[in-house]
T-cell receptor, first 115, second 114 residues
Framework: NAGVTQTPKFRVLKTGQSMTLLCAQDMNHEYMYWYRQDPGMGLRLIHYSVGEGTTAKGEVPDGYNVSRLKKQNFLLGLESAAPSQTSVYFC??????????????FGPGTRLTVL | AQTVTQSQPEMSVQEAETVTLSCTYDTSENNYYLFWYKQPPSRQMILVIRQEAYKQQNATENRFSVNFQKAAKSFSLKISDSQLGDTAMYFCAFRGNRDDKIIFGKGTRLHILP
């Protein structure tokens, strides 16, 4: 099992460019999450999905869109990148969402810089 | 809204010492779940330990244990016999019983000194 993988690992964008971050998991997990991590801010939830075809907003959804067309993939899109979106992005997945028995498995992160 | 507060941005201890990381949270729920995650320099987030609010017994995982004080809404992590590999950022996290998502604190950067 590869667990949770993220593509790409690093990316530099110019303001106004668009891109898509791909998260893939091979554990047949129902729940998937996108977080951003900024210095001194901890992890903040951008969007999440409780199953194929579903998405929901998290704490900081503005400027991002997501799609979950396949159960194993969760895509995070930036339509018009802004310097404020410079961050490290983490994807996570969990089996069922049951609060205690569930464990979130994290990907290795994507470092995005917007110039 | 639930909040998680870690009041120690950074800490340093000598190898083999015991260190305690603080975490407080705010919630109106009676049943919930608390977690400590570790993020080493590799950036990979790893679950260290978790606690159910309705269990009075403190969770323990090898050298890691928690001091859960429900009335005080406090959830501290104790690392015994600290090792160089414990150097990492540690995040306290909260999840409500009916929530789909976890709320993270801002983290404590822990340095274990040789």
């Amino acid at each position: 099992n590869a667990g949770v993988t993220q593509t790409p690992k690093f990316r530099v964008l110019k303001t106004g460019q668009s891109m898509t971050l791909l998260c893939a998991q091979d554990m047949n997990h129902e729940y998937m999450y996108w977080y951003r991590q900024d210095p001194g801010m901890g992890l903040r939830l951008i969007h999440y999905s409780v199953g194929e075809g579903t998405t929901a907003k998290g704490e900081v959804p503005d400027g991002y869109n997501v799609s979950r067309l396949k159960k194993q993939n969760f895509l995070l899109g930036l339509e018009s990148a802004a310097p404020s979106q410079t961050s490290v992005y983490f994807c996570a997945s969990s089996e069922s969402g049951a609060a205690y028995t569930d464990t979130q498995y994290f990907g290795p992160g994507t470092r995005l810089t917007v110039l | 809204a639930q909040t998680v507060t870690q009041s120690q941005p950074e800490m340093s201890v000598q190898e083999a010492e015991t260190v305690t990381l603080s975490c407080t949270y705010d919630t109106s729920e009676n049943n919930y779940y608390l977690f400590w995650y570790k993020q080493p320099p590799s950036r990979q987030m790893i679950l260290v330990i978790r606690q159910e609010a309705y269990k009075q017994q403190n969770a323990t995982e090898n050298r890691f244990s928690v001091n859960f004080q429900k009335a005080a809404k406090s959830f501290s992590l104790k690392i015994s016999d600290s090792q160089l590999g414990d150097t990492a950022m540690y995040f306290c996290a909260f999840r409500g019983n009916r929530d789909d998502k976890i709320i993270f604190g801002k983290g404590t950067r822990l340095h274990i000194l040789p």
